[in-house]
């Protein structure tokens, strides 16, 4: 296809980050600190820029794996080192790779101790995250997708807050339950159909009690990571906890990962299970996005709040991915539950930069302590405003498009699912800028509020990217729908096949 | 005895090495005591010498000699070099302890040799009396490591208590081999196999001797309900020896129970599946459980042990060729963790001080952030995270019973290893995310550390290519077992 010089462009794309983490983790202790900082920092931005050629080679006149590798492995378990991206995966392989980038700024002064542990985690983190998207082969993606929990637990445990250990420690096993139960489904596949190659899932016929069995196992696994409610109770910890850059990665990229794999494995390889949940997924999501919602209200740690936000929010992920009409799944709400993981990846990515960089002059996350922010710092208020109305899912943002969508999907299928769905746009208007008008706005609240100072360049950076993101995304949403356009149609159509054993 | 088909060839290591202990006793006795590094250096030279002799001689198929007493074929090879591999580690790491302690004595050399020996005689056994010969020996050499220090309390204590309860275990073998023997008229395993599957013997006499010997095995392996041996041991002896009793000896019961069950036995698998069952169900459980509530990290790896045995039984109750391949693979990879994990509490104890409490590895990161480093890799390989070369480990094992359709019993297991992340996670925790308490500098030889770091660096290697290890691991058992 005339792209013989990206044949391996996503294997570059995995381990560029990870060989960059490697490198900043042997330039030793703290005494050569600012020396980390630059190699990680050229490592990050190098590798975003080999991961742009997939978002600009991508063709979109056709669906399938583009950009595919396959070598042999692991020959005697049968185990291939398979990579390939559609358009969905391809989207947060970039995303993911963006993102690093702002991490690694973000971490640029507030990180003192340790730095070139912290810049290597990231950087690795990175990289296991590019593999897990572009895996092709089920066991292949395990092992990325498992260890990425090693750099996040020590981020958490090493750079957190005070109770750090006690929320890493959940995160750690509340995800591996799940995971490991998933790994006992692939065998079992891999056993019906003699391989572990995704596609030959996909193409698997099960039984109606194996597949609910499956199902389970998926279901367990990915919902922990994206969370869906009631196995959300990890993520306001581990948020809470985590510094600044663990933050926006956890928000960005990995919940997306739980729900990438609702999308890759759940609902192509068990449809008609999925179709037999159904119900029961929407009726968590929407618990999800009104229960949550309503619960986020009524937080005093503003990293709290953005987290229960972002549960809130990723309710209208799984919403919009088990919308079925009889067995056909909405495009609408497919391709806007997309849309809001991509949206989501931005705002709450800055909304975590936000409440940082007023972290880092008080050194509180309540409430209570500021007030008045924004009559010291103009810039920063205009900033997060952005982002809150964005957060809140305004029109020309990036975060209405995706909840627009998948309204529009529910109003097809149900209407009182788009009718409880709707209200976050109520409640998140609510919490979000009531947070916001307590914080910035009013009288300066006390002196340390009136001792704070305007964003420095490197925040202005970083602030200034990612509302480009917002405001772009919001305006031409179609540069990303294009691109998936094929995928997720591909995916309606192989879902909308039953899969049972004919009898 | 027939004499005309000895090929003293084929057991040239077991040769040398008798030859290289008997020249090393000697020479033992004209080296003043401030130059015992002459015998540790001949004793390195012995185990490379055996891995040379043993890679040029890797046979191509089974042969056997001594009237059929002695097996050599590739299941034995890779095993001992295994087995010669994990001995150098024991002895570089323990080097800087034992002489601190004043353990570095030719005795303590000659006795980890003749331990060697007893285990290659063990793995290369193809006949009960071979077995049983070369289980005492290694036996025996150990009961005399473990009680060293004479004037230890704790490790006489350990010494007494694993003579007491591995007699009673020897004992339980040899009633088992003994029925065996009234049952099918002979010793020999293969010729065993062969009576048992032409269908003229007294099955009951054979299932009651199988109880026996299941019990036996256990007992050696340390799988529950025959642990209570294990963590008392482990604690009580010097940590070079604990090391030395948790690497090669693992490596040495494993051949142990394929060629008793295996190759003798298999016609009755079905009775030893079910007991292998249970035993693995308990060991997982009981083994992972009780981990969490100790805080001597050498109790702690005792239990971790307990429970890895399980999944090593695992592979070995799916009784399929793909099955015993996973437990050999998930025994070396085993054994190579848990010198790691040993080699970094030597490294951290000093004259007068062992490093034995969790709280001891405080800050560990503070201190020497490489040694945590090696460290995090032991812990999350035990724990089977991936790309760490212990998942692999416990992915096969895993897939090979869920192939034979026990998909609960893999559940339980993918269970029991979450439990078991639970433990090794806190290690790591205390390492990475606890301040140090113990600000002593840590002063290590040059080639300690560097054996150390390769060792630790090969568990992340063999996970990210793991593709040649596992390959041949496949590739031995494939070719030694001939499956009926």
């Known amino acids: 296809m005339g792209l013989t010089m990206f044949t391996n462009l996503l294997s570059l794309v995995i381990w560029a980050p990870i060989v960059a983490g490697l490198l900043v983790l042997a330039t030793g202790g703290d005494q050569r600190a600012g020396l980390a900082r630059w190699v990680a920092l050229v490592g990050s931005v190098a590798s975003f820029l080999l991961s742009l050629p997939l978002y600009t080679s991508f063709t979109d006149l056709h669906g399938g794996m583009q950009f595919e590798e396959m070598r042999p ?379 704070m100072k305007d964003v420095n360049k490197r925040e202005f950076l970083i602030l200034a990217i990612l509302a480009l993101m917002v405001l772009g995304m919001g305006l031409y949403p179609q540069a990303f729908i294009s691109k998936m356009h094929f995928s997720v149609n591909d995916l309606i159509a192989h879902v909308a096949q039953s899969k049972l054993v004919d009898h | 005895m027939n004499w005309s088909d000895l090929n003293l060839m084929l057991a040239l290591p077991e040769v040398v090495l008798l030859l290289a202990i008997l020249a090393i006793l000697l020479i033992d006795l004209f080296i003043p005591e401030d130059r015992k590094s002459v015998t540790y250096g001949l004793t390195l030279l012995t185990l490379v010498g055996l891995t040379a002799v043993q890679i040029v001689g890797f046979p191509a198929a089974p042969a056997t000699t001594f009237s059929t007493m002695y097996i050599s074929d590739p299941l034995a090879s890779v095993v001992k070099i295994a087995m010669y591999a994990a001995t150098f580690c024991v002895l570089v790491y323990g080097r800087q302890y034992n002489a601190a302690r004043g353990m570095e004595r030719g005795d303590y050399y000659t006795l980890t040799l003749f331990a060697l020996l007893g285990m290659n005689v063990m793995v290369s056994a193809s006949s009960f009396l071979t077995l049983y010969m070369g289980l005492e020996l290694l036996s025996l050499a150990l009961y005399a490591l473990i009680a060293i220090q004479r004037d230890s309390m704790p490790g006489v204590e350990a010494s007494m208590k694993y003579f007491v309860l591995g007699a009673l275990a020897s004992g339980l073998l040899l009633y088992g081999i003994s029925m065996v023997y009234g049952a099918t008229g002979t010793l020999d395993i293969a010729t065993v196999a062969r009576a048992i599957h032409a269908g003229n013997t007294n099955a009951l006499l054979l299932t009651f001797g199988l109880v026996f010997l299941v019990a036996g095995l256990c007992f050696k392996l340390g799988a529950v309900p025959f642990h209570m041996w294990v963590p008392d041991v482990y604690h009580g002896s010097p940590t070079s020896v604990t090391m030395m009793i948790g690497a090669a000896p693992k490596l040495a019961a494993f051949v142990f129970i394929l060629r008793i069950l295996v190759q003798g036995l298999d016609a009755l698998a079905v009775h030893w599946q079910g007991m292998l069952v249970l035993v693995s169900i308990l060991s997982m459980l009981i083994g992972n459980v009780t981990a969490i509530a100790q805080t001597n990290i050498k109790r702690m790896l005792a239990y971790s042990t307990i429970s890895h045995m399980g999944f090593l039984l695992l592979g070995v109750l799916a009784a399929t060729p793909e099955g015993y391949s996973a437990a050999l693979y998930y025994a070396v990879v085993y054994v190579f963790t848990s010198l790691v994990g040993f080699g970094i509490l030597l490294v951290l104890s000093r004259k007068g001080f062992d490093c034995e409490k969790l709280s001891d590895l405080a800050g560990l990161n503070q201190r020497n952030s490489w040694y945590a480093l090696l460290m995090l890799l032991a812990m999350f390989s035990m724990a089977g995270i991936p790309p760490m070369a212990g998942f692999y480990a416990k992915f096969a094992v895993i897939s090979a019973v869920a192939h034979i359709g026990m998909v609960p019993l893999a559940v339980f297991a993918v269970l029991m290893s979450l439990i078991g992340a639970f433990y090794y996670l806190r290690v790591v925790k205390v390492i990475y995310f606890d301040a140090a308490e113990d600000n002593n500098e840590i002063t290590v030889a040059g080639d300690i550390k560097l054996l150390l770091s390769l060792n630790a660096v090969a568990l992340l290697v063999f996970g990210i290519v793991p593709d040649r290890l596992i390959e041949v691991c496949f590739a031995a058992v494939k070719q030694s077992l001939v499956l009926m």
């Open chain 1, 73 to 451: 492995w692991i020959e005697a378990l049968n185990i291939n080192y398979h990579l390939g991206v559609d358009g969905i995966s391809m989207l947060f392989v970039v995303l993911n790779s963006f993102t690093t980038v702002l991490v690694v700024l973000a971490g640029w002064q507030v990180i003192e101790k340790r730095v070139a542990q912290y810049m290597a985690a990231f950087l690795i983190m990175s990289g296991l995250i590019n593999g897990a998207f572009a895996a092709l082969d089920a066991i292949l993606f395990y092992v990325f997708f498992e260890a990425m929990l090693i750099p996040m637990y020590l981020i958490i445990g090493v750079w957190g807050g005070p109770r750090r250990v006690y929320a890493s420690i959940k995160f750690f096993l509340y995800t591996l339950l799940g995971s490991l139960l998933m790994l006992v489904a692939f065998i079992y596949l891999s056993r019906q159909t003699g391989s572990f190659e995704i596609a030959s899932f996909h193409d698997a016929r099960l039984a109606m009690n194996v597949q609910v069995m499956v199902f389970i196992a998926f279901f367990l696994s990915f919902a922990v990571k994206v969370p869906m409610w009631p196995v959300h109770t990890w993520l306001p910890d581990a948020h809470v906890e985590a510094p600044t850059g663990g933050s926006m990665v956890l928000a960005a990229i990995t919940l997306k990962i739980g729900a990438y794999g609702f999308l890759r494995f759940a609902l192509p390889i068990v449809p008609d299970a999925c179709h037999y949940f159904a119900p029961a997924m929407v009726a968590l999501s929407l618990v999800a996005v009104v229960y949550i919602g309503l619960v986020a209200l009524v937080q005093t740690d503003m990293k709290k709040l953005v987290a229960y936000s972002s549960i809130s929010h990723m309710g209208f992920v799984t919403l919009g991915m088990f919308m079925f009409s009889g067995t056909q799944l909405n495009a609408w709400a497919v391709e806007g539950a997309l849309i809001q993981m991509v949206s989501h990846g931005f705002v709450s990515a800055a909304m975590f930069m936000c409440i940082g960089v007023m972290y880092d002059r008080v050194h509180s996350r309540n409430i209570a302590d500021y007030g008045g922010v924004a009559n010291k710092m103009p810039i920063f208020a205009s900033f997060m405003m952005l982002f809150s109305m964005a957060n809140a899912g305004l029109p020309a943002t990036s975060g209405f498009v995706g909840e627009g969508m998948v309204v529009l999907g529910a109003v097809q299928v149900n209407f009182w699912y788009a009718f409880l769905a709707a209200t976050t746009l109520i409640f998140g208007a609510a919490y979000t800028l009531w947070m916001y008008k307590r914080v910035l706005f009013g009288e300066v609240a006390n002196s340390h509020v009136a001792d």
